[in-house]
């Protein structure tokens, strides 16, 4: 899988949403809540923003550890029809890290990430990439729901 790259260099000095997916269905809530946003709110964003996607694997116990190509036309099927410049990040070992990290180098105004409803005993044992960028980014957050 190799990364989506739209629009051109000046586009690393503009704006910048780092939304965190997976192919579960809060990962495409918060990618399609993300695109809407930029889309509602051009004026609040000068310049044209660029959309950083992270691809992440399951944090669920026995989840995947590959991307489905159907998911993946998908999701770039949605970048395209965007408009807007965006970069597909392929996943890590640490996609929470992974997250904060690509926030903080592109100085992101807001990052976007899905939830999804687990125990407190699931989270603790296998630990939630949401609840670390939640807690970990230096811009603000927006979980979305599922």
Known sequence: MNPVHSGSAAAAAAPSIVVHTSERPEGAAALRWALQHVEERAAQY??????????????????????????????????SGSGLPHQVHEPTDDPAGQ????????????????????????????????????LGADCPVVAVKH
């Open 99 to 134: 997250v904060i990290d690509l926030a903080e180098n592109v100085q992101a105004q807001l990052v976007v990430t899905g939830v999804a409803r687990r125990s407190a005993t699931m989270k603790f044992i296998l630990g939630s990439h949401t609840q670390r960028i939640l």
């Open 46 to 79: 000068p310049g044209t923003t660029t959309v950083h996607v992270v691809l992440s694997h399951s944090d669920r116990e026995g989840g995947r550890t590959f991307f489905s190509p159907a998911v993946l036309e998908d999701l770039q099927a949605q970048l």
